[in-house]
């Protein structure tokens, strides 16, 4: 019973994750005077992400990234995607760039799907809407990144459903998330017609531990249990321009 009822989705600032790994070897070869500069350029950029953010035309952030998948994570929100594709540009033309490989990138865009919404009200009007799709990212000590998509295979395809199946579903995931409030805070990037998956789902926390629990529990949720399908999982620590300095320092 195909259905056909596509839901309105709300999309705010797109999203760029750049994942970085640093060329060790390259950035042990190289001359102090060479690090100090690439160093220095790098810290540039980040004053002028910052500003960035300051004005409210973006959020950016920066973390480190455990395990081999990547050594850093460069998170961007801007409001067009024309400002995405100059940021990798002139990250590119740094020095500092000449370090890195790059591994791994995500493109998605802030996206709330209006599962719940205030019938007769412009969504896009409402402080809490606005707050949550141009969100400036939390300064928590932990990221973690993964995309997903909804299944679509044989009985479980979730765009077979209804409407209100889905939404009733939706609305048992929002209770679970409920309960991290304060503790996790999630920006769902949507991704279709933009990356290899349906979404990227961003997740920060002061204690790591927090996405083994809400991930966790969300499975036994039939929304994740019964239709989700899971990329690779990237988990990092916040770093600062000083940490960034000092994780550089040979
Ligand atoms: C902090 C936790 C938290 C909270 C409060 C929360 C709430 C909500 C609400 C209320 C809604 C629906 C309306 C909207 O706002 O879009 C969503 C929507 C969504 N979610 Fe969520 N989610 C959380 C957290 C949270 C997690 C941890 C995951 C990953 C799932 C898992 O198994 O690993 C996730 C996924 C999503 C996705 C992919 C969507 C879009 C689904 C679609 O089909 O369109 N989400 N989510």
Same mark, same amino acid.
């Given at each position: 019973m195909s259905t056909n009822e596509a839901l309105l989705t709300l999309e705010g600032w797109y999203t760029y994750h750049d994942f970085r790994k640093i060329n060790w070897e390259k950035w042990k070869k190289a001359t102090q005077e060479e690090r100090d500069a690439a160093v220095d350029e790098?810290?540039?950029?980040?004053?002028?992400?910052?500003?960035?953010?300051?004005?409210?035309?973006?959020?950016?952030?920066?973390?480190?990234?455990l395990g081999h998948k990547a050594d850093l994570v460069f998170m961007f929100l801007r409001p067009t995607m024309q400002e995405l594709d100059a940021i990798k540009t002139a990250f590119n033309k740094t020095k500092f760039a000449d370090f890195t490989d790059v591994d791994y990138s995500y493109i998605s865009v802030v996206e709330l799907s209006n599962y719940?919404?205030?019938? /007769?009200? =412009?969504?896009?009007?409402?402080?809490?809407?606005? !707050? #949550?799709?141009?969100?400036?990212?939390?300064?928590?000590?932990?990221?973690?990144?993964?995309?997903?998509?909804?299944?679509?295979? /044989?009985? =479980?395809?979730?765009?077979?459903?209804?409407?209100? !199946? #889905?939404?009733?579903?939706?609305?048992?995931?929002?209770?679970?998330?409920?309960?991290?409030?304060?503790?996790?805070?999630?920006?769902i990037g949507g991704s279709v017609g933009f990356d290899d998956w349906e979404w990227g789902v961003t997740l920060f926390a002061n204690d790591p531990l927090e996405f083994k629990h809400i991930v966790y529990e969300m499975r036994f949720d039939e929304v994740s249990a019964r239709y989700g399908e899971f990329g690779n999982f990237l988990v990092g620590n916040r770093v600062t321009s000083e940490s960034l300095q000092a994780m550089l320092q040979l």
């Open positions: 790098l810290q540039g950029l980040i004053r002028t992400w910052e500003a960035n953010e300051q004005e409210q035309a973006g959020s950016t952030t920066v973390y480190s990234i719940v919404h205030n019938p /007769g009200e =412009d969504p896009k009007s409402n402080p809490h809407v606005r !707050e #949550r799709l141009y969100p400036i990212l939390p300064k928590w000590e932990h990221i973690c990144f993964y995309p997903m998509n909804k299944k679509r295979d /044989g009985q =479980d395809n979730w765009y077979m459903l209804t409407m209100q !199946e #889905r939404q009733e579903m939706m609305r048992s995931h929002g209770m679970i998330g409920r309960k991290y409030a304060g503790r996790v805070k999630q920006i």
